[in-house]
Nanobody, 126 residues
Framework: VQLQACGGGSVQAGGSLRLACAAS????????MGWFRQTPGKLREFVAA????????DYADSVKGRFTISRDNAKNIVFLQMTSLKAEDTATYYC????????????????????WGQGTLVTVSS
């Protein structure tokens, strides 16, 4: 399966963006989906994850209450709604798909995912 992330851009602090991750060449309906972000010189950081059926989600503490992950399995797409953006949210955002069982709590680790999108840059100016 190929993942294509889009929706990044430049926004002022306090603003909002919605990222989308569209899958092709296969279905992601059985996959845990995650969003990670990375800045130059730093490790890829977990942002959010959603269970295959959408009934469970989890977030990094730094984005809780501001970001919302959702999915539409019928359309093979996952979203990350980002609000109240801060300068420290500036990063390249990656979506990922994997079959790690939700109950393992491994979904916060990038090793849990075997398909990655190409990344979309989010820049937040203060």
């Amino acid at each position: 399966v190929q993942l294509q992330a889009c929706g990044g851009g430049s926004v002022q602090a306090g603003g909002s963006l919605r990222l989308a991750c569209a899958a092709s060449g296969g279905t992601i309906s059985d996959d845990t989906m995650g969003w990670f972000r990375q800045t130059p010189g730093k490790l890829r950081e977990f942002v959010a994850a959603i269970r295959w059926n959408g009934d469970s989600t989890d977030y990094a503490d730094s984005v809780k209450g501001r970001f919302t992950i959702s999915r539409d399995n019928a359309k093979n797409i996952v979203f990350l709604q980002m609000t109240s953006l801060k300068a420290e949210d500036t990063a390249t955002y990656y979506c990922a798909a994997g079959r790690t069982p939700w109950g393992s709590n491994f979904y916060g680790d990038y090793l849990a995912y075997n398909h990655w999108g190409q990344g979309t840059l989010v820049t937040v100016s203060s």
